[in-house]
Nanobody, 122 residues
Framework: QVQLVESGGGLVQAGGSLRLSCAAS????????MGWFRQAPGKEREFVAA???????YYADSVKGRFTISRDNAKNTVYLQMNSLKAEDTAVYYC????????????????WGQGTQVTVSS
C-alpha cells in the first residue's frame, strides 16, 4: 500500500515557477513509475509527466521544455518543477503511482494523492 501527499501548489504570475512535491509512504515506492496529472475546471483530468524507477521521463507535449519531473527514492518523493507557467496551466495537480513502467493511462495508476491547486494569473 502506498499513500501519496502532494504539496507546493499556490498562486503564481504567468512566467513564474513552482515546484510540486509528492511524498509517498511505503517501502515499495522505488519500484513504481510515478506520474503527475492535472484537472482544469470543466475539463477532464489529463496526463502531465511521468518518471520510472530509473529516472527515465516522459512529458505531455503541452509541458515539454517547461516542466521537469524527478524523483528522490531515498526520500520517497517525486517532484514536478514547473517553469514559464501559463494561465492554461491552472489546474488541480495530482500525483499518482502504480505500474513499474511509464504510462499516460490513468487506469494504470493504482495510487493517487488528494491534489494540490496551482493557479497562474495572467
Amino acid at each position: 500500500q502506498v499513500q501519496l501527499v502532494e504539496s507546493g501548489g499556490g498562486l503564481v504570475q504567468a512566467g513564474g515557477s513552482l515546484r510540486l512535491s509528492c511524498a509517498a509512504s511505503g517501502r515499495t515506492f522505488s519500484r513504481y513509475a510515478m506520474g503527475w496529472f492535472r484537472q482544469a475546471p470543466g475539463k477532464e483530468r489529463e496526463f502531465v509527466a511521468a518518471v520510472n524507477w530509473s529516472g527515465s521521463t516522459y512529458y505531455a507535449d503541452s509541458v515539454k521544455g517547461r516542466f521537469t519531473i524527478s524523483r528522490d527514492n531515498a526520500k520517497n518523493t517525486v517532484y514536478l518543477q514547473m517553469n514559464s507557467l501559463k494561465a492554461e496551466d491552472t489546474a488541480v495537480y495530482y500525483c499518482a503511482g502504480g505500474r513499474t513502467w511509464i504510462t499516460v493511462l490513468q487506469r494504470e495508476y493504482e495510487y493517487w494523492g488528494q491534489g494540490t491547486q496551482v493557479t497562474v494569473s495572467s
